[in-house]
């Protein structure tokens, strides 16, 4: 299945990393996909940061009489 990059800066940067780590343009599009769905699922969700936030305030809180 063909996948073209029409955008100049994309190509460019599919380009500059393929030619960094020395491997193909699909290599590097997979690369960098792969990498960056890595790092957006591992970050924590924003209920997750509201309930941390919470408890943090109310252990702050505590020390106050």
Do not use: W, Y
């Amino acid at each position: 299945m063909p996948f073209h990059i029409k955008n100049p800066e994309t190509d460019a940067l599919a380009r500059k990393l393929a030619g960094l780590k020395k491997i193909g343009l699909t290599e590097a599009v997979h690369l960098a996909l792969s990498n960056e769905l890595e790092r957006e699922t591992a970050k924590p969700s924003l209920p997750d940061v509201a309930a941390e936030f919470c408890r943090a305030l109310r252990e702050k809180g505590q020390g106050r009489g």
